[in-house]
């Protein structure tokens, strides 16, 4: 600030304000709104979840990435909401809350995701992993069909990635579909399903000056702009979703969320009433009813298919 800036708020008998100020005073205000939300969150969040644990992982979040504070408030509401629903942590591993310009975006990570197929309780493990150009690696498909990776991880010449696998085990001992998944199809769902992602390619084009000079800037990148094989492996295990016991969580997520990871949120008021749903989605099961989850996609076993049964049956 020049001296005459100064002397000009002086003679206008302003003070400056700080920018730690100024987010103080922002931070105030969404920690007053989440506690005005507190009951709508307690009825959302999943009976394993603490309401207060949640709102702390929810402003830790907000207080991590200053532009979530200028989002609006019914943006912010809905992703904390969606998080609060499916019981993941916002601004963790499990899951992300981003903003685009000024509108906060839910959006669930491939360990989130994971998270939400133990819940089933007949998952047993997940793998999720890239095979690079110069790993060892087998995968046939048919009678006496096998899969097998063999990273030499001390090696530092592995070469690119050139494909993203998933797959579960099952209690009782069988083994999901393998879900593989190369550049060239992720990059095919990004193109096709992700709305973000398509909105920063438009501003770039729409100002590549402003783009060469703050390349940066959220309003030209979305999560596959800085994220890319985050969102590669996240596709893999998404479509892995579909092939394991689903817990009433996944299945919610499943109903909100594209094939790109991008979830279509209701809207809320300002006491954290649903005012907009989808018409194809259901609203969430209550906390206390018992699960009901749909029909288990079959697994892999020594013996072939078994039968389909649901989850908490045959266990």
Not at 62 to 73: A, E, I, M, S, Y
Not at 84 to 95: I, N, Y
């Amino acid at each position: 600030m020049t001296l005459k800036d100064r002397v000009a708020q002086r003679a206008g008998g302003r003070r400056p304000q700080s920018k730690e100020i100024a987010k103080k005073a922002k931070v105030s205000s969404v920690r007053q709104l989440f506690q005005q939300m507190k009951p709508q969150f307690d009825m959302a969040l999943p009976q394993h979840v603490s309401v207060d644990r949640f709102l702390r992982m929810a402003l830790t979040c907000v207080q991590k990435n200053d532009k979530l504070l200028d989002c609006t408030p019914e943006s912010l509401l809905a992703a904390m909401l969606e998080s609060a629903r499916l019981g993941l942590e916002p601004g963790t591993k499990q899951a992300a809350v981003v903003p685009y310009g000024d509108k906060a975006t839910f959006i669930a990570q491939w360990q989130g995701l994971v998270e939400l197929m133990y819940r089933s309780g007949r998952v047993t493990s997940v793998v999720a992993e890239f095979i690079h150009e110069n790993d060892a690696w087998q995968y046939r498909i048919g009678d006496g069909g096998t899969f097998w990776h063999e990273p030499d991880v001390l090696s530092t010449e592995r070469g690119p990635i050139v494909l993203a696998y998933a797959y579960a085990e099952i209690k009782g001992g069988g083994r999901s579909k393998i879900i593989t998944l190369n550049r060239a199809q992720a990059e095919e769902i990004r193109d096709q399903y992700s709305k973000a992602y398509a909105l920063a390619e438009r501003h770039r084009r729409e100002d590549p000056e402003g783009f060469a000079r703050t390349p940066d800037k959220g309003w030209f990148n979305s999560t596959w702009h800085t994220e890319f094989d985050a969102m590669w492996r996240k596709s893999a295990v998404r479509r892995l979703a579909d092939w394991v016991p689903q817990s009433p969580e996944l299945v919610e997520l499943l109903q909100r969320e594209n094939e790109a990871g991008e979830s279509e949120l209701p809207e809320v008021d300002w006491e954290g009433e649903v005012i907009a749903e989808t018409e194809e989605h259901e609203s969430p099961p209550a906390r206390d009813q018992p699960d009901t989850s749909p029909d288990e996609p079959p697994v892999e076993g020594p013996d072939g298919w078994p039968e389909v049964v649901k989850p908490g049956e045959g266990s």
